[in-house]
């Protein structure tokens, strides 16, 4: 299995984080079922006090640093979700928190950002000139920099999902993971398949600026230019110095789709119409993912809802197009 990461330190991470992030519930989606003609159930990660999976990991990552190291702050780059949980965390904890972020990023997460008490940065176009600043800061005032994804403590954080959809739905054949920097999937797959290898775990990618999905198919990390999507929190790069979610992505995902926005669309907007959920365009993929198939066997397929993190002028202008 995988030289980073065991199945120990997922569990010691499960047990740390209670108390911030909660157990998320498993829910059986009979129109989803009766759609695709498999079984299929929904992870909300929605419910999570920040709207988003991400609290898992920040939360590890965060109390996983010394007091001292907590006692300088910390600082963090995102598009949104990651920040968010950052900030939430410091919070709960007494601790200052910086997040560093690209123009790109809504306006609703920016506001939500400073509502928690965060010191927000806006840093160029994208999350590499964020994350470039990120790193000045840790050199010149000492904060601890609490990555997105690329960091053991944070993959094993994620991967306490893949524990919980083990104790909620033991029968699963197939997961499908919104698939951006490769935190969540790493540490999903890992623990999935740790358990049984015949799992099979899928990434779902919107089909504008899917940078781990090309880089795979290129054999290394690389740098995409960022495009407008309603998936805007899979937005990002890997990083050309890649320690950790490249190759365990590589090792522990069977198949990577890309969703279009039409379908991307039409899976929030599916969610929201039939169980009354507003989610991100992330979660809306991998729900796309699930409106293309029609043709099921009777699998049992979990589908990860990632966050519920959209504007209303998003939602309003989704309702637009019905």
Same mark, same amino acid.
């Given at each position: 299995?995988?030289?980073f990461?065991?199945?120990?330190e997922?569990?010691?991470a ?15 989606s ?5 759609y695709t003609?498999?079984?299929?159930y929904?992870k909300l990660?929605n ?7 991400k609290?898992?990991?920040?939360a590890?990552?965060i ?5 001292e190291?907590?006692?300088?702050? #910390? ?10 949980a950052?900030a939430?965390v410091a919070k709960q904890?007494g601790?200052h ?7 790109? #990023?809504?306006?609703?997460k920016?506001n939500?950002?400073?509502?928690l008490?965060? $010191?927000v940065?806006v840093?160029?176009e994208?999350q590499d000139?964020?994350e470039d600043?990120?790193y000045?800061l840790e050199?010149?005032q000492?904060?601890?920099v ?11 954080g ?8 083990l ?5 699963i ?12 999937l790493?540490?999903i797959?890992?623990?999935?398949k740790?358990?049984d290898p015949?799992i099979q775990?899928t ?9 781990m ?5 290129q054999?290394r990390?690389?740098?995409i230019?960022e495009s407008p999507?309603?998936a805007?929190?899979?937005l990002?790069g ?9 190759q365990l992505?590589?090792?522990?995902m069977d198949k990577s789709?890309?969703?279009s926005e ?8 599916f969610?929201?119409e039939?169980h009354?959920m507003?989610? $991100?365009g992330?979660?809306?993929a991998a ?5 293309s $198939?029609?043709q099921g066997?009777g ?7 990632s ?9 309003s202008?989704?309702?637009k197009?019905r």
């Amino acid at each position: 299995m995988s030289e980073f990461i065991s199945l120990r330190e997922i569990w010691k991470a499960r047990q740390r984080i209670t108390g911030l992030a909660i157990q998320t519930p498993l829910i059986y989606s009979n129109t989803l079922s009766n759609y695709t003609g498999n079984q299929v159930y929904l992870k909300l990660e929605n419910h999570q006090p920040t709207g988003a999976f991400k609290l898992r990991g920040a939360a590890n990552k965060i109390l996983s640093l010394s007091n001292e190291g907590q006692k300088r702050g #910390v600082a963090t780059f995102s598009t949104g979700n990651h920040g968010i949980a950052v900030a939430y965390v410091a919070k709960q904890l007494g601790i200052h928190s910086v997040v560093c972020i690209s123009s790109r #990023v809504p306006k609703g997460k920016v506001n939500r950002l400073k509502e928690l008490g965060a $010191e927000v940065v806006v840093v160029g176009e994208n999350q590499d000139d964020a994350e470039d600043y990120c790193y000045r800061l840790e050199q010149e005032q000492g904060v601890s920099v609490i990555k997105p994804f690329d960091d053991l403590d944070v993959i094993a954080g994620q991967g306490t999902i893949g524990l919980e959809v083990l104790d909620q739905c033991p029968d699963i054949d197939e997961i499908l993971i919104p698939l951006s920097g490769g935190g969540l999937l790493s540490g999903i797959g890992y623990t999935l398949k740790s358990n049984d290898p015949s799992i099979q775990v899928t990434g779902v990618s919107m089909e504008n600026s899917a940078v781990m999905h090309e880089s795979l198919k290129q054999g290394r990390p690389i740098k995409i230019a960022e495009s407008p999507t309603l998936a805007d929190s899979l937005l990002g790069g890997i990083g050309p110095d890649n320690q950790y979610t490249f190759q365990l992505t590589k090792q522990y995902m069977d198949k990577s789709v890309l969703i279009s926005e039409k379908a991307i669309a039409e899976g929030v907007l599916f969610l929201l119409e039939h169980h009354k959920m507003a989610v $991100e365009g992330a979660a809306g993929a991998a729900i796309g993912k699930l409106l293309s $198939e029609k043709q099921g066997d009777g699998r049992v397929v979990v589908a990860i809802v990632s966050g519920n993190n959209i504007d209303h002028e998003t939602v309003s202008e989704l309702l637009k197009t019905r």
